[in-house]
């Protein structure tokens, strides 16, 4: 492993052993250069390299921040094929889901054992947030609230590269949100949307109270009853796409003929 690679890990462990938060100020160079027992140089290079995948940012006069919304370039060009296919296709939403219970379980789970209390205060913040649009009728804005209650869970678990991989599906997680949302909305009982709501609730629950096995079972719920909600939707939608395709003339009938004289 060459050197700067090296300082580069190091750094890493030392961000997520502090608990860092995005957009949160790393230690000045002289500090971490002293803490990681390298040179400044070493630490310098290495700040540029986390720099150039998006993991820092560098405010000259400033310092170095955690990265707000931390983005690998190639993640970041990775998902643009994939936004393109969500475009032309909506069902692969269904593939989205999928990406989104293999991650999510393992972040909720990470979160209920290591999320801070500042991590807990802005979970909660974010699911009053996303309550208070949903009431309000703003679907637009409730997709986003959820999509960012989402990843609060996903900064919780500081992972860093969970927190990489959520934030660079942000755009196509909350395209999927919006449209499942917009089904929900508009075409489901009001059951199902007060059923989101609790499963919200419960998942925050587990987390603040540092239930790892329920906040993983709460997650894997509800997205698989969103799933299921989504499915049985799209497929009322087909039947009736289906139906409205016969020809009249050929459609059955079950009144006699007016009988004619």
Request: aromatic content about 4%; some cysteine.
């Amino acid at each position: 492993m060459r050197l700067v690679d090296h300082v580069v890990e190091k750094l890493l462990n030392l961000v997520q052993s502090r608990g860092l938060r995005p957009g949160q100020r790393l230690p000045a160079e002289r500090q971490l250069a002293e803490e990681l027992q390298v040179s400044r140089t070493s630490v310098r290079e290495a700040i540029q390299k986390l720099v150039s995948q998006g993991i820092l940012r560098s405010r000259r006069g400033d310092g170095t921040y955690l990265q707000a919304h931390p983005t690998a370039e190639w993640l970041r060009g990775a998902m643009a094929p994939i936004a393109g296919l969500m475009d032309a296709d909506p069902y692969y939403r269904y593939d989205v889901l999928e990406t989104r219970h293999a991650l999510e379980t393992s972040t909720a789970w990470l979160a209920a054992q290591r999320a801070t209390a500042q991590d807990k205060a802005h979970i909660e913040r974010c699911f009053k947030v996303m309550l208070q649009y949903q009431q309000s009728g703003h679907a637009e804005l409730a997709a986003r609230a959820d999509a960012q209650f989402h990843l609060a869970i996903a900064e919780a678990s500081h992972n860093l590269v969970l927190v990489q991989v959520m934030h660079s599906l942000f755009t196509l997680v909350l395209s999927t949100v919006e449209r499942n949302r917009h089904d929900m909305f508009r075409l489901s009982e009001p059951q199902t949307l007060q059923e989101l709501t609790q499963q919200h609730e419960h998942l925050m629950q587990a987390i603040v109270q540092g239930d790892a096995q329920r906040a993983r079972a709460c997650i894997g719920v509800h997205l698989e009853h969103v799933r299921a909600t989504i499915v049985r939707m799209d497929e009322d939608r087909a039947r009736r796409e289906r139906s409205m395709r016969l020809p009249l003339d050929l459609a059955p009938t079950l009144m006699p003929a007016t009988p004619t004289d």
